[in-house]
């Protein structure tokens, strides 16, 4: 709980090309507005080698890098601006841990992806950490916001 009114955040989502592929769009979607977050601008569309590069800059020189990169451009995926008080905290726990076996039921991970087999953990989503990477994000997949 917080002792002050919080104000209004935006996240960046993404569902990524597992989630695509396995028709899992609407029921990311479905749980984003049943939290009771609005839907800011949704697109569906295949990342280029330079976005993905910025998107996931912090993690450029680890192992699953480049699985990761190769993984996100395989196919199309949802971005989402999603907006309301504390949306970007309230996402994470919607997606839950990183790692979709471990993942808490009840979570986007944990109730609809695994591990199969794979260098990079296809775990369905994507959701921004804090308000600074929200700000970056969306500036990268909405330029025009
Ligand atoms: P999150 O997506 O939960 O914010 P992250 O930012 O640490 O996780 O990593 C980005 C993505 O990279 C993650 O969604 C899946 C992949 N990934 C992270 N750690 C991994 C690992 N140890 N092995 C394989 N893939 C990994
Ligand atoms: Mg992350």
Request: hydrophobic letters at 45%; glycine letters at 8%.
């Amino acid at each position: 709980m917080t002792d002050t009114a919080a104000p209004i955040e935006r996240t960046l989502i993404l569902v990524k090309p597992d989630g695509v592929r396995r028709g899992l769009v609407g029921e990311v979607v479905r749980r984003v507005e049943a939290k009771g977050y609005s839907l800011v601008a949704a697109e569906l569309r295949t990342a280029d080698d330079a976005l993905l590069a910025a998107h996931y800059a912090e993690h450029l020189g680890k192992s699953f890098y480049q699985p990761l990169v190769d993984f996100m451009a395989s196919g199309p995926v949802l971005a989402i601006v999603a907006e309301g008080q504390r949306v970007i905290e309230a996402f994470r726990l919607l997606a839950g841990a990183t790692d979709p076996t471990v993942a808490a039921p009840g979570t986007i991970r944990g109730d609809l992806g695994r591990d199969w087999g794979v260098a990079v953990q296809q775990n369905l989503v994507h959701g921004s950490d804090s308000p600074e990477s929200a700000a970056r994000e969306i500036a990268l997949w909405f330029p025009t916001l």
